[in-house]
């Protein structure tokens, strides 16, 4: 039988790309990392890298090895579901990574909510947006991420590594310094958005695009909250969401009458929506989200 510890260095290579990156993430020297592939290599009796200009790649027998070896961690993620819930008391860490938006305006609720119900769990919570916090679900740096999609962006499809759990909808306004009558009036203004790239960007521009001139995207940042500064003091136009106004009114016009909305899913790995710890942060993150309801009617 393979020896599952080197299975999983091989995996993390499979997900991580090179030896320096697959022993930062496991606490490895590099010269480590080496030797445990060299010894799986011994036991399968078959090359399991090759080079390909300064790096490596893995084999065809590699990635048959990567892909058995992900059903037997689902497997083990099920087992130590099963051994939780077993249990009496929900304890243990769970590592979250949630968008800016969310992490301002439902983490704390939610961490709020852990407390008083459930002590013994503690939360190790991240900003990052999807496009780099769901790849670390793989890599296990994280057990749950707070995902985000838009109309037409939704991410390709993979259910084999994840699970999804539907949240709930996010309204996407025209944000603007005064009233305005359409979107297409906004055509000559100068934008700010989120980075190219970003299925926020792309979904922002298309609804320009759709109404029929290409945004002149002026500013660029990832901070919904200079998004809206730049608003409020004239200097460009947007598209922001409902959840960014957690705690303050709006000074500025949102205009909510074209229905855009983007869609919030807790996103895990596939086989772990069963375990304790995440049933209890899913219900802690649903409460925020019903309480912050509550508070904006």
């Not at 290579?13 to 020297?29: I, P």
């Not at 190219?196 to 500013?219: I, L, N, Q, S």
Request: glycine share 6%; net charge negative; aromatic share 6%.
């Amino acid at each position: 039988m393979y020896n599952l510890r080197r299975l999983v260095v091989l995996r993390e290579l499979k997900h991580r790309g090179t030896l320096a990156a697959v022993a930062s993430a496991m606490s490895y020297s590099p010269s480590a990392v080496s030797q445990q592939l060299t010894l799986l290599e011994a036991e399968v009796g078959a090359p399991l890298l090759e080079r390909e200009g300064r790096g490596v790649r893995l084999t065809p027998q590699a990635e048959i090895l990567v892909a058995r070896t992900e059903k037997a961690l689902r497997e083990l993620e099920r087992a130590e579901a099963e051994i939780a819930e077993s249990l009496r008391e929900t304890s243990g860490v769970i590592r979250v990574a949630a968008f800016q938006t969310a992490m301002l305006a439902l983490m704390p609720v939610a961490l709020t909510w852990l407390r008083e119900n459930h002590p013994r769990i503690r939360v190790k919570a991240t900003q990052a947006e999807p496009d780099t916090s769901l790849p670390g679900l793989l890599t296990r740096d994280f057990d749950l991420v707070i995902d985000e999609t838009f109309p037409g962006h939704a991410r390709p499809a993979r259910h084999v590594e994840f699970e999804h759990h539907l949240l709930g909808e996010d309204a996407m306004r025209l944000a603007a310094p005064a009233p305005v009558g359409s979107l297409a009036e906004l055509a000559d203004h100068p934008w700010v958005m989120e980075p190219a790239g970003t299925p926020a960007r792309a979904w922002a521009t298309g609804v320009c695009h759709a109404a029929g001139f290409e945004p002149d995207v002026v500013h660029v940042s990832a901070d919904m909250l200079v998004h809206a500064r730049l608003v409020e003091e004239g200097h460009a136009v947007a598209f922001l969401p409902d959840m960014l106004w957690f705690d303050r009114t709006p000074g500025l016009f949102l205009d909510g009458s074209a229905g855009h909305v983007r869609t919030v899913l807790a996103t895990v790995r596939a086989g772990a929506g069963e375990h304790p710890l995440i049933r209890a942060f899913l219900t802690a993150i649903r409460h925020a989200i019903d309480a912050r309801a509550a508070r904006t009617g």
